[in-house]
């Protein structure tokens, strides 16, 4: 009985849901709830809707629109992205010395914001006649240049996007022009993913004796006309021949101006019941500052915005929400490979940020997963709120509910924490452990998955020999791709002011954390070496924030001249200094050691974890020390022992970790796109 009562629950949520994400309005939002809901808990529905809408009123009625904060996180790199992109274009094209205007919403965003509307996530911008045309002209000698050849009535959103990803996808990183029946545009990009759009939109000067009444039936005319000829392709060469042959379009400036019939925005305003543009409010342009950078805009934008919009200065209906990335979401999940990184605690984002940006290069979408306590799978949570900021920080897309629909789910954990997922579910090493046990080499990180990622021969070797039903793939280490891609954080470039190191060399301190950790029993050995080297300490993620790790936190600090922040770039930290100390059972033994090739580095073993043993490959690999008082002897080591060491060290983390290209994960892609069910799809492209 319990079992029937509960399906019928959730058919009657799925119904609610169904019908909630189709209202289009022709009911009250009443009348819709009274449908399923009891009274008392219609009742207890309107009380909270309307309680909530009325403090959504009391906040909008007392913000001003103005003082609002940019965007943040995805949409906000989206929307720095689309102004460098714009930049880059304008620089491409210089050669035709054109003016582009800011219009629309990016001209409302200029005035009330100095940049994007915080929701906004698109760039509009107008031009006379004569540099519309100059433009189509350059791009199709210079470009490459589409013209939709299907019918207009017909072409929806799916179509839109299927078109946009191909475009793009045979050309590119091209600048691609898209003429269309209302606008033209120019994109770049890889796949509909990563693919960034300016749209430009004509605007005609009219003769001064033409009176809006005739314009008015003119673009009626024009609009019964477009709807007979159907065809896109036709429809942009039937206007262009009406703007050649129409005598009441002016070649020599005057003093008014439309939106050409060739821009949509003519359209919407003429049913408003619009007159002219006055041309002193549109010329002559002036400069703006926009994202920092400068555009231009009209002359009087006030007028401007009010012609189109007479309440810019207030609160749209649906503030908040942008509708762009919302269909091509949608387009995406049903055409392109899908992957979700499942995260738990927030180390695990810079893992997977690499493989995020691959992906969306060779058209695999990704989204991060961070799900609140209530919901999230490993029942405990220790700085969600930091991975969110981590996450906005980077600009990356993510989700605080996962679909379990997804092709591919990510994680470091064992395969338990994929459980809400239906598909095809993916470990990812997360280091490589000089002990003969680490979770990462564990059963645990291969059961139940179908894929598990290692970095190099070692660790290949190492499950070549226990494997059943998991495929192997090698990876390199992605987390530290960068490092080996340009180096770009050198230690002989890198700003040590920060640091009053007071001219002491630097010596780099990295314990693990709980009773593996060597702070209570080096303690006193670290905090003597002060004396010649500046001590600069990076703790465990987890000493940093757990009360259990507190003792070890506060002795961390007496004994080092810094302890960095939680923060601090771990990359960064490990080039600070000539000489590291690690925690031989800790994952920095090995990748301090990977990101700073010339560090002399000194492993410090735990008296608690005598039982730990260790792979062979930890001799020769660095200076490893047994008790306290071999520290300083290991700290001071002849410079000719050190270079042996090095060199042999160099090898070895070859074997870990693998060159360490991007051409690793060449292998991964190409199984995940041949296992996706849209492989058919992307050969078509």
Request: aromatic share 14%.
């Amino acid at each position: 009985m319990g079992g029937i009562l509960k399906l019928k629950k959730i058919n009657k949520l799925k119904s609610i849901y169904n019908e909630i994400k189709e209202y289009k309005g022709e009911i009250s939002m009443y009348e819709l709830l009274k449908k399923y809901f009891s009274p008392i808990e219609n009742i207890k529905m309107q009380r909270d809707f309307y309680r909530s809408k009325s403090q959504l009123d009391y906040l909008i009625q007392h913000t001003d629109i103005t003082t609002l904060k940019p965007a943040t996180g995805y949409l906000r790199k989206k929307q720095l992205d689309l102004v460098e992109f714009a930049l880059d274009f304008f620089e491409y094209i210089e050669e035709i010395d054109i003016k582009p205007f800011l219009i629309c919403g990016n001209l409302i965003g200029a005035v009330r914001h100095n940049g994007f509307i915080p929701w906004d996530d698109d760039l509009d911008f107008g031009l006379i006649r004569n540099d519309y045309e100059k433009l189509i002209s350059f791009c199709k000698k210079n470009c490459i240049v589409e013209i939709y050849n299907g019918n207009w009535n017909d072409y929806t959103t799916d179509k839109h996007m299927e078109r946009m990803d191909k475009l793009v996808k045979n050309n590119p990183n091209e600048y691609i022009l898209d003429i269309w029946v209302d606008q033209i545009q120019i994109m770049k990009g890889t796949s509909c993913i990563d693919r960034l759009t300016i749209d430009f939109w004509a605007f005609d000067y009219y003769k001064d004796n033409y009176l809006v009444e005739e314009h008015n039936k003119y673009l009626d005319y024009l609009e019964r006309e477009k709807q007979k000829i159907n065809k896109v392709s036709c429809i942009v060469d039937f206007l262009r021949e009406e703007i050649k042959k129409n005598e009441n379009i002016s070649k020599v400036p005057t003093e008014k101006i439309q939106p050409g019939i060739d821009n949509v925005i003519g359209y919407l305003l003429y049913k408003k019941g619009r007159d002219w543009i006055n041309a002193s409010d549109l010329f002559p342009l002036k400069k703006t500052k926009y994202e920092k950078e400068e555009f231009l805009m009209p002359n009087n934008p006030k007028n401007i915005l009010l012609y189109q919009y007479s309440d810019y200065m207030e609160f749209p209906k649906e503030f908040g929400i942008y509708p762009h990335e919302r269909y091509k979401e949608k387009y995406i999940l049903k055409s392109l490979p899908t992957v979700e990184f499942y995260i738990i605690d927030a180390f695990e984002i810079y893992h997977f940020l690499p493989l995020y940006h691959i992906f969306e290069k060779n058209s695999i979408y990704a989204k991060f997963v961070v799900e609140p306590i209530e919901i999230n799978t490993s029942g405990v949570w220790f700085d969600y709120d930091n991975a969110l900021k981590i996450l906005d920080i980077n600009g990356v897309r993510y989700s605080k509910h996962c679909n379990t629909g997804c092709e591919y789910a990510f994680t470091t954990q064992e395969v338990g924490i994929l459980k809400k997922y239906k598909n095809k579910k993916i470990h990812l090493s997360y280091g490589f452990s000089l002990t003969t046990y680490s979770f990462c080499e564990s059963d645990k990180s291969i059961s139940g998955f179908d894929y598990k990622l290692v970095h190099g021969e070692l660790s290949m070797e190492l499950f070549e020999r226990k494997v059943k039903h998991t495929k192997l793939i090698k990876v390199g280490y992605p987390k530290h791709m960068k490092i080996c891609e340009v180096r770009y954080l050198d230690n002989k470039n890198i700003d040590t002011n920060f640091l009053n190191v007071e001219n002491k060399p630097i010596l780099m301190y990295f314990p693990t954390w709980n009773s593996a950790s060597s702070i209570q029993w080096y303690a006193d050995e670290i905090n003597k070496l002060k004396e010649k080297y500046f001590v600069i300490s990076k703790a465990h993620h987890c000493t940093y924030r757990l009360e259990s790790e507190k003792e070890n936190m506060e002795t961390l600090k007496r004994i080092s001249d810094i302890v960095l922040a939680e923060n601090f770039e771990f990359e960064k930290a490990s080039l600070l200094g000539k000489v590291a100390i690690c925690d031989a059972v800790s994952g920095a033994a090995t990748e301090v050691p990977f990101i700073n090739e010339d560090v002399h580095l000194i492993l410090l073993y735990s008296p608690l974890k005598e039982k730990n043993k260790f792979k062979t490959i930890i001799n020769g690999f660095a200076v490893c020390v047994s008790k306290p008082s071999e520290l300083e002897d290991a700290v001071y080591m002849d410079m000719d022992k050190i270079s042996l060491i090095k060199k042999k060290r160099k090898k070895l983390l070859l074997k870990a970790y693998g060159n360490n290209e991007k051409s690793e994960l060449n292998e991964l892609i190409k199984v995940l796109k041949k296992d996706s069910k849209y492989v058919d799809k992307q050969k078509g492209c």
